[in-house]
């Protein structure tokens, strides 16, 4: 009587799910503050003053204009914002047209593989460590996740195992970078051969082959980084995009999808990613919060606090003898297990209230997850567990 | 290469947003002023001051908190305070863990469906006049539509022809009262008998029918006119509630859905609605509206001005000669088209900046869908133009 796939879905819920709810009923029993939660990717940084500034602007305007329909695509002042943001920062040509406002950065994927998927046989690549939920939204849509696996020395895209697993079935390889969970950064020098790879193989099976960017961190990255803009690297780009981590707005549900016109069928593209928003039951995008980032779509996060973060946890977990693969971007630390067994390990961290994401999660095995979106007293007070867990874990 | 339903979905829009997006750009040319637009339900009283209260005063509190994801199912003490209004409200033993906060009801109708449907066979019923996107969300899901013909006498449910509708395949019936287009609102009376059709039906197949109940026009009814709680009238009712109407929040997407423990398999149900979310995206309903709802849930709609509006334009219409189907809730006007061809007359009043709705959309030929949840000048500037098209249309 009930879908199977549904009740399954919702019964397990998601590895990070799961402890991040597991860290809310523990919160309510022992004190938020001796729950030791490093497992999800809530921004521990307000948002910019702009943005409540511009909530409280709205406030004073039009409550029947401001908390009402938008258009399905979304506000066209917001979209000629977000374009000309890009035409600023990236120096593309991106149009309002080109723009779809989202319900966040998983709507917009969602829409997308739903409009790129017209079969079952219909594959989506993707490198692991990969966000976990790909697994879900890739045949929740009706296509097929290919899974390539990691290279764990450099956590780079592993371009020959890329090209060899493209088929004629190939709709597209789903990009993350800054990656969740290893915070990697992909290069312009690697991407411009990802695109070669793909311009090669769309020739050959005579049809486009799409990278999704899916890139929420995009502005969390450290140091001199650069991430390069995917539509100036291969024409068949499109960006999913969320303003969930840059101005710190995960609970808003608020993000677009921008197809540039370089795009094959581009002109399909967008109605069909609006098909599929409609096939969903998405609406719009809260209105209050599209008029939020029309008024901040140039704001930068504060990086201070993830900065100095990822400093004390990467070297406290380094003094104890953790592996730790050194981020670029994001917020999250990825660790080697110590005993190379990740769900004991997040087990056995979770007696002690110290929650992190084992990686198989994330197509990993082996690796821990460990955000450092936290308070820097969490981390600080944490430390401590961290040197236990590790002696027990390696103990003979 | 793209999904040749979703580019259709997208490139056809429903007949409502076309209307809709119509307007807007209609009012880029001549102003907002003169055009008419009876087309959307996006309600014209604004939100009650307590909500811009509540959300002034969240802007005090941690933002980190108030912008940060809430558990996917929403927030505790949201849906405690929901399930605490259920109670005193309806009298039903609502638990927080029967309640899963929505992005809107459009979210939570196409999640209910979706964790319903486990095969192409499975059937959802509706009579005509019925939303028109139910004829998106239920395909699109993975099930029928099959619709029933609608009672031009009175707008009520045509019990004999349900019963005879109703197949072994028969997953649930979409009730939407009060209605919309139709603002026909189902009795106790009438409900009573449905339910025992459902239950005799039940028995006879074997398994549970139950009623998904979309109803944001709960709270929006005139006169001394009661709206049944379906879950005290028929165990197995799925409640898909939105704040869209009640709150006039259409555009911030906030709603829930109720499965009350009496349905059948809710223990069941609940997580896979939950499941059908993820499947989707939807990673948790907007999370700053969610505890506004939390502070507002009691809080009541002012019907003076739709009860006035609805005065004016019934009045109105029926004066110049319109046939007119009395409203017992919603914002909508059921006329009847003048020459009886709906889709003729809304081409011929949208020349005239006067937009309104087919009934085709809704299964319902021959009648237009008019809006009043629109400004009082709208409709007594748009009088005459009525009285226009009403000659026009009628001329030999």
Chains 1, 2 share one sequence.
Request: aromatic share 8%; with cysteine.
């Amino acid at each position: 009587m009930i879908n199977p796939d549904m009740l399954k879905l919702g019964s397990t819920r998601s590895g990070i799910r799961e402890l991040f709810e597991f860290a809310q009923q523990r919160a309510r029993i022992v004190g938020a503050d001796n729950v030791f939660d490093f497992s999800i990717g809530n921004p521990s940084v307000a948002s910019p003053l702009a943005v409540t500034d511009a909530i409280r602007s709205l406030l004073t305007e039009d409550p029947v204009l401001i908390h009402g329909y938008t258009s399905a695509q979304g506000l066209l002042s917001t979209r000629k914002a977000i374009a000309s943001h890009l035409h600023k920062v990236h120096g593309v040509q991106a149009a309002p047209e080109d723009i779809i406002m989202t319900c966040g950065a998983a709507a917009g994927v969602t829409m997308t593989i739903r409009a790129l998927t017209t079969g079952r046989d219909d594959e989506f690549l993707v490198q692991a460590p990969y966000f976990a939920e790909y697994s879900v939204f890739v045949p929740a849509q009706g296509g097929r996740l290919v899974t390539i696996a990691p290279d764990f020395s450099t956590f780079d895209l592993n371009l020959p195992a890329i090209e060899q697993a493209i088929t004629k079935n190939t709709k597209a390889v789903l990009l993350n970078s800054p990656n969740n969970p290893s915070g990697h950064v992909s290069t312009r020098g690697t991407l411009d051969k990802l695109a070669a790879i793909l311009s090669r193989k769309a020739d050959e099976f005579g049809h486009p082959i799409f990278i999704v960017s899916d890139e929420p961190y995009r502005e969390l990255v450290y140091g001199d980084i650069d991430v390069p803009y995917l539509p100036n690297v291969y024409a068949n780009s499109i960006v999913c995009y969320s303003y969930s981590k840059s101005l710190s707005l995960p609970g808003e549900r608020i993000g677009y999808v921008y197809v540039p016109q370089s795009a094959a069928m581009a002109n399909q593209l967008v109605p069909a990613i609006l098909g599929s928003a409609r096939a969903m039951g998405y609406v719009c995008a809260p209105s209050l919060f599209q008029r939020v980032i029309e008024r901040t779509v140039d704001v930068l996060p504060d990086l201070a606090t993830y900065t100095e973060n990822r400093a004390l946890l990467s070297d406290g977990l380094k003094a104890i003898g953790y592996e730790v693969v050194e981020p670029d971007g994001a917020f999250y630390l990825f660790v080697k297990a110590p005993n190379d067994d990740a769900a004991a390990f997040s087990a056995l961290a979770k007696q002690d209230d110290v929650l992190v994401v084992p990686g198989d999660a994330f197509g990993c095995p082996g690796y821990l997850r460990i955000s450092y979106c936290v308070k820097r007293a969490t981390i600080e007070r944490a430390l401590p567990r961290f040197a236990r867990l590790f002696e027990k874990s390696t103990a003979p």
